[in-house]
């Protein structure tokens, strides 16, 4: 069976510090991934979606950034975190021709 | 452009009593809709999906929604409300037009049960 990891699961970071975070599945290949961010009292948003190595779509102009080195590797990065990187964020996969999305656990980002 | 709107923010029911959380959608196409539940610091768990087959949409832990494409709605409910159900609650529609299937979340509606 498939499964999603992602780490860490929490993160307390200064402002101006880089940030690396990792998204790997199990299970299965080729698959679609996608980023999203969950802002406090606010809905989620997409951050970056990729359909193979290297491949990387931006949603929203921002001061992160996505890479897939490998099939069933995703990782969000920044250079230099901002207060408003602060939130939740979630990996997800797809299998191409299915529309469902599957979860990871997520890893909670606050930013002093 | 695909969009999701849930009307209410804030949902509080008494433990036994009936859930209704409502969705509207917003699609030029055949959508495909789904709820997601988000207990706290937790990722997203699937309730169900609607992919244009019965309009009448069974998922888990009671929980079902109803498509109608007259009313552009997809509201979630429970005939009888848990403790174990207070969490947030998103509905999703898929874009499946652009060829991404990038989902397309709603505000979220925070469920309260009342013992």
């Known amino acids: 069976s498939q499964t999603i990891h992602q780490w860490p699961a929490t993160l307390v970071q200064p402002v101006g510090s880089p940030l690396s975070l990792e998204c790997t599945v199990e299970g299965t290949s080729n698959p679609n991934l996608y980023w999203y961010r969950q802002a406090a009292g606010r809905g989620l948003q997409l951050l970056f979606y990729s359909v193979g190595i290297g491949q990387i779509s931006s949603e929203v102009p921002q001061n992160l950034s996505a890479s897939r080195p490998q099939d069933r590797q995703f990782i969000l990065s920044s250079k230099k975190l901002l207060l408003s990187d602060s939130g939740f964020y979630l990996c997800?996969?797809?299998?191409?021709?299915?529309?469902?999305?599957?979860f990871g656990p997520g890893t909670r980002l606050t930013v002093l | 452009a695909q969009s999701v709107t849930q009307l209410d923010s804030h949902v509080s029911v008494s433990e036994g009593t009936p859930v209704l959380l409502r969705c509207n959608y917003s699609?030029?196409?055949?959508?495909?809709l789904f709820w997601y539940v988000q207990h706290p610091n937790k990722g997203l768990q699937l309730l169900l999906k609607?992919?244009?087959?019965?309009?009448l949409v069974k998922g888990i832990n009671g929980f079902e929604a109803e498509f109608k494409k007259s009313e552009t709605s997809f509201h979630l409910t429970k005939p009888s409300a848990h403790m174990s159900d207070a969490a947030e609650y998103f509905c999703v529609v898929s874009d499946n037009v652009s060829g991404t299937y990038k989902y397309i979340f709603g505000t979220g509606t925070r469920l309260k049960v009342l013992a």
């Open positions: 997800a996969w797809r299998l191409a021709g299915n529309n469902e999305q599957f």
């Open positions: 699609s030029s196409y055949s959508p495909s």
């Open positions: 609607y992919t244009s087959a019965a309009t």
